[in-house]
């Protein structure tokens, strides 16, 4: 498994812990529910190994969500994925979840407080520049 994998392995896994925790439920009756042990979801949770493309499909049904909720770039409406696949460098799982986390953030702010956000990273993103010649 390469470093990209291990890195969506683990994004994968955190995403099944957090619509896990949103249905408040164990890891032992999520496992019981799927038909793995307490131990496979862990390592699941933790990015250890990665789920099988069946268990994908029961943990989508048994949390309710869609298959593709355990994925980076599946909630900004592409914009994203957009925004990732125009750039240059490679990003990482992390940085590509920071982002939507970012976007995410900013789609629940009202109209001036998102302003204030956006010319905040603007301004950061200026003053990095500046540094870096």
Do not use: C, W
């Not at 470093?3 to 439920?25: F, H, P, W």
């Not at 933790?46 to 298959?67: C, D, H, M, N, W």
């Not at 240059?88 to 900013?106: R, T």
């Amino acid at each position: 498994m390469n470093l990209k994998d291990k890195d969506l392995t683990i994004y994968v896994g955190s995403k099944i812990k957090e619509y896990r925790k949103k249905r408040k439920m164990t890891q032992k009756e999520l496992a019981k529910l799927i038909n793995k042990s307490d131990n496979t979801i862990s390592n699941y949770e933790t990015g250890a190994i990665a789920p099988s493309q069946e268990a994908l499909f029961a943990l989508a049904r048994i949390l309710e969500v869609k298959v593709d909720d355990f994925f980076p770039g599946t909630t900004t409406d592409g914009y994203l994925d957009q925004a990732v696949s125009n750039t240059d460098n490679e990003m990482d799982i992390a940085d590509i979840s920071f982002l939507n986390q970012l976007v995410n953030h900013a789609k629940t702010l009202n109209d001036v407080d998102r302003k204030r956000l956006i010319d905040n990273i603007r301004l950061a993103v200026e003053f990095f520049d500046k540094t870096e010649k």
